[in-house]
């Protein structure tokens, strides 16, 4: 069974930094297309990076610089850290994993709150 | 950057009747558009991807169609189940990006 785990989430101040982890298990993340998408409160989807298999990044300008995608392959897990956080940057980050041959997701984890505020 | 609108931003709908969602592009991107589900709490649910093929289990009551700019999700007989709301999401250009949903709620 596929599942995804977030943690790490939490309360920060602005200019702080935090990573979150997402745990994968049912599938590999060296094989598949990892994203992560974020929700800000009572607002809808905005998507915020995604990792290829063959290790190749992209992020949405708004967090360009600032957010750093990764992976660990031997323990299955995607990573996002997050630099110079900003008030904007408050939402649940959702991971997911890509389909393969289309950049849709057809897996999710469960998401974790990041709440930027002094 | 492409643009995406869905309208309604809600649909009252009675169980049991039909109920068909609108996303609009503001570039043409062929049939590179998906949908999800999200209830309040959970995770996106992937429903429907290249425009009109379902994800795995989901139900055949959801049904995709469209390409170029226009784009329709119909639910031919909702169920409790399906009372969330619903954002398209295109991948025809860079970056991915999602539409501002719509709410399906109970009349």
């Known amino acids: 069974e596929v599942q995804l785990v977030e943690s790490g989430g939490g309360l920060i101040q602005p200019g702080g930094s935090l990573r979150l982890s997402c745990a994968a298990s049912?599938?590999?993340?060296?094989?598949?297309?990892m994203t992560w998408v974020r929700q800000a409160p009572g607002k809808g989807l905005e998507w915020v990076s995604i990792i290829y298999d063959e290790g190749s990044t992209y992020y949405a300008d708004s967090v360009k610089g600032r957010f750093t995608i990764s992976r660990d392959n031997s323990n299955n897990t995607l990573y996002l850290q997050m630099n110079s956080v900003r008030a904007e940057d408050t939402a649940v980050y959702y991971c997911a994993r890509g389909l393969v041959g289309v950049t849709a997701f057809d897996s999710w984890g469960q998401g974790t709150l990041v709440t930027v505020s002094s | 950057e492409i643009v995406m609108t869905q309208s309604p931003a809600t649909l009252s709908v009675s169980p049991g009747e039909r109920a068909t969602l609108s996303c609009r592009a503001s570039?043409?991107?062929?049939?590179?558009l998906a949908w999800y589900q999200q209830k309040p709490g959970q995770a996106p649910r992937l429903l429907i991807y290249g425009a009109s093929t379902r994800a795995t289990h989901i139900p055949a009551r959801f049904t995709g169609s469209g390409s170029g700019t226009e784009f329709t999700l119909t639910i031919s007989s909702l169920q409790s189940e399906d009372f969330a709301v619903y954002y398209c999401?295109?991948?025809?250009?860079?970056?991915?990006?999602f539409g501002p949903g719509t709410k399906v709620d109970i009349q």
């Open positions: 049912g599938f590999s993340v060296a094989t598949n297309f």
């Open positions: 999401q295109q991948y025809y250009y860079w970056p991915p990006a």
């Open positions: 570039e043409t991107i062929g049939t590179k």
